[in-house]
């Protein structure tokens, strides 16, 4: 989806406060865990998280929830359909799990890619017609730190920065390791520092 949709998540208009959160983390390395209930986007059949979304009136609060509906085996990987409910447009979420990181299935695009460390960065391609040229561009601004989101703590956290040129928007998605996104920020545009829509994690179950 667009604005709320998982997979859509740095590289300029970097707030101050990214800026002193580089300056305290380094280039310190830090293992995504890409396989099993150990990663920062741990993904089996059953698995699904809840969340509150928040747009730029503070009283339009909605919920969303996504699930892990379906594995197959893609060219020898295994890939999982994440479906959202209520259901936005007619095709899921497909993730692919490979030795490189969570890809999005049949593209370039590396949601996490390994190895992964503080100050990382990587970029793919966008597939949008009308913007070719354009690309998905992706920061690492920390990982192996603690963080909190919906009133829950987690000890170990990467937090990664997207820009997407085609559509103009720029994004903070924090991954906490064995449960996967707890909170997303969607800034108004590329070069925006204000938020224009917050998902942060309720609930979750993992398999």
Known sequence: MTGTRL??????????????????CGAVPCQSGSNGDKSYFPLAVGNWWLYMVRGQ?????????WRVAQRELLHGSPVFHLWQQPAQGDEPLSLSRVEAGIV???TERFLLKNPLR??????AKSRSLRAPNK???????????????????FDDCAII???DEANNIASL???????????????????????GTALTIKTWQIH
């Open 7 to 24: 997979h859509h998540f740095a590289l300029s208009g970097v707030s101050p406060i990214l800026l002193i959160i580089f300056s305290f």
């Open 57 to 65: 009136s503070q009283n339009a609060v909605r919920t969303i929830r």
């Open 104 to 106: 999005e299935a049949g």
């Open 118 to 123: 503080t100050g990382a960065r990587w970029s």
């Open 135 to 153: 690309t998905y561009a992706f920061e690492v601004i920390s990982c192996g730190k603690p963080c909190s989101a919906g009133g829950h703590s």
């Open 161 to 163: 920065r997207e820009v």
């Open 173 to 195: 998605t924090t991954y906490a390791r064995g449960v996967e996104p707890v909170k997303y920020l969607y800034f108004k545009s590329l070069h925006s520092d204000e938020v």
